[in-house]
């Protein structure tokens, strides 16, 4: 199980930089006020969920039961669906907000 705890210390590493970025584009956009800079955060806020599906996923698929003797891994393939679900509503997120212009009323710049 040695390859479990390295893929897990290595998604908690992603997750970490994941926010940082995502907490420094949310700054960024509201002292900037630069829209492409709040897609980035939108991004960025997806790509964090993104880590956490896959941490719940790499922590459920190595538990055994008498159902499944050699594990869950059944479950990994399922996470290549997540990142397309989530850049389909990010995309239709991105053209809510330009074209009912409300980046002014989620964050208002400075």
Do not use: H
Not at 41 to 61: D, H
């Amino acid at each position: 199980m040695e390859q479990k705890r390295i893929e897990r210390q290595t998604l908690w590493v992603i997750f970490s930089v994941n926010i940082l970025l995502a907490v420094s584009a949310c700054r960024t956009y509201a002292s900037t006020g630069i829209q492409a800079i709040f897609l980035d955060a939108g991004f960025s806020i997806l790509l964090v969920l993104s880590t956490v599906a896959a941490l719940v996923i790499s922590k459920i698929s190595g538990t055994t039961s008498r159902r499944f003797p050699e594990g869950r891994y059944w479950l990994e393939p399922l996470y290549a669906l997540f990142p397309l679900g989530s850049v389909y509503l990010n995309g239709l997120f991105s053209t809510y907000v330009y074209k009912f212009n409300v980046c002014g009323s989620l964050i208002s710049p400075s």
